[in-house]
Nanobody
Framework: QVRLVESGGGSVQPGDSLTLSCWVSGDIFSSYNIGWFRQAPGEGREFVAVIGWSGKTTDTADSVKGRFTISRENVKNTVYLQMNSLKPDDAAVYYC??????????????WGQGTQVTVSS
């Protein structure tokens, strides 16, 4: 059974940084692309970033480009989302997900439970 477990969420002030982690169980990690999504209350799910299985290819949403960085450590079965210069608009539940596809419209096979990020002064 494949599990994705997010961690690292919390409550921060505008301008602060936070790093989210996504740990993936099972043997799929090294062959799957891992994406981050977020959903704010009353809003639809939004693509944030994705990283290819090798770690060499990434794609980041324009709304966070230059502030968020996605990376992965295959030996630890973990993908990270480094978030800098956080804004109140970044507040949401953040989810990681796994897919063999590529592209912002890719269909994701497995999802985590999410971790809450709150940004307020």
């Amino acid at each position: 059974q494949v599990r994705l477990v997010e961690s690292g969420g919390g409550s921060v002030q505008p301008g602060d940084s936070l790093t989210l982690s996504c740990w993936v169980s099972g043997d799929i990690f090294s062959s799957y692309n891992i994406g981050w999504f977020r959903q704010a209350p009353g809003e639809g799910r939004e693509f944030v970033a994705v990283i290819g299985w090798s770690g060499k290819t990434t794609d980041t949403a324009d709304s966070v480009k230059g502030r968020f960085t996605i990376s992965r450590e295959n030996v630890k079965n973990t993908v990270y989302l480094q978030m800098n210069s956080l804004k109140p608009d970044d507040a949401a539940v953040y989810y990681c997900a796994a897919t063999r596809d590529w592209g912002r419209a890719a269909s994701y096979d497995f999802w985590g439970q999410g971790t809450q990020v709150t940004v307020s002064s």
